[in-house]
């Protein structure tokens, strides 16, 4: 295992571009949700700091919270600024027209997610949705999901998720809907087991499960619930095919944690930005091991999607 250290990228670069351009060196492009503003903050400034590309994630729920044509100029505005490659997904998309209304605003690609419906209906709903917003932005990039990895990025009592999708529904699934790249259910889960928060547990994935997916899906893939995941299987599912990874609850832990230390830290202080500041920057820390992590290239490398 090595780090890449090349940065090519920069804000004129597409995430498509982008995407390739990680594939063929072996890394993973990191996707990070974010529900306010100091969390957007605490990922920018990641990316600032490793001058690394970043996908920033809003599901439905967080998009209602932030806004969503509010998110968009805010996104905008950090890539313009900083140059950097720093991309925007709808996360989670359940239906037609909150991916339009996505792709309309300027998001850079939505996860159009029917994945609770049957295969040959969430088949139907993202072939839809994908014709949809491809009208609206050719260039957006648009991910389908199957598998059942259970829902939300919170602290479960118990494990969550059905049966893991398997090569021939891949292929099907993409060749069916015209998705640019495919979340399948390869072990992964959403959220974390306390055990997972105190770092007593990890979670594993089916790494042989992902290369046969990646071949017989052939397009980019993308691991959902990646928060607790184990360090090497990783590395190992980036090198097996796994082109995003998306990670919420660990930041939502560090939000968490952080915002409770610095409250305590003086009951007096009211000032927003003197309390929030150091929960920009405990957020950034997970953001940035992340990141550096999903560029350290495995030595079982293999071929790429162009
Ligand atoms: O779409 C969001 C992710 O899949 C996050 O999952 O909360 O387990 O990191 P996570
Ligand atoms: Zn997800």
Do not use: C
């Amino acid at each position: 295992m090595m780090a890449t250290g090349t940065h090519k990228s920069t804000s004129k670069d597409t995430l498509r571009q982008v995407l390739a351009r990680l594939e063929r060196e072996g890394a993973g492009l990191g996707h990070f949700n974010v529900a306010d503003h100091v969390l957007l903050k605490a990922v920018v400034a990641a990316a600032a700091d490793t001058k690394l590309p970043v996908l920033i994630g809003a599901s439905e729920g967080e998009r209602e919270f932030f806004g969503v044509r509010q998110l968009t100029a805010l996104v905008k505005s950090e890539r313009e600024e900083s140059d950097l490659p720093i991309f925007l997904n709808a996360d989670h998309t359940h239906s037609l027209a909150k991916a339009i209304e996505a792709a309309k605003a300027g998001f850079d690609a939505v996860t159009i997610d029917f994945s609770g419906l049957p295969f040959e209906e969430n088949v139907a709903r993202t072939k839809e949705t994908v014709q949809a917003i491809k009208a609206i932005n050719p260039a957006i990039l648009a991910e389908g999901e199957i598998g059942d990895i259970g829902t939300g990025s919170e602290i479960k009592e118990t494990a969550q998720g059905g049966q893991l999708s398997t090569p021939e529904e891949a292929r099907q699934f993409v060749e069916a809907t015209g998705i640019d790249n495919l979340a399948p259910a390869v072990g992964n889960m959403h959220g974390m087991l306390k055990s997972m928060v105190q770092g007593k547990a990890k979670k594993h994935l089916d790494l042989e499960r992902i290369a046969q997916i990646k071949q017989a899906a052939g397009v980019f893939l993308t691991l959902h619930g990646g928060s607790g995941t184990d360090d090497e299987h990783f590395r190992k599912a980036i090198a097996a095919g796994i082109n995003i990874i998306h990670i919420n609850t660990e930041l939502r832990v560090a939000w968490r944690e952080s915002l409770d230390k610095s409250l305590a830290r003086d009951s007096n202080e009211v000032v927003p930005y003197k309390i929030l500041r150091p929960v920009v920057d405990s957020v950034k820390q997970v953001v940035r091991a992340r990141l550096r992590l999903f560029q350290s290239v495995s030595s079982d490398a293999v071929g790429t999607v162009a």
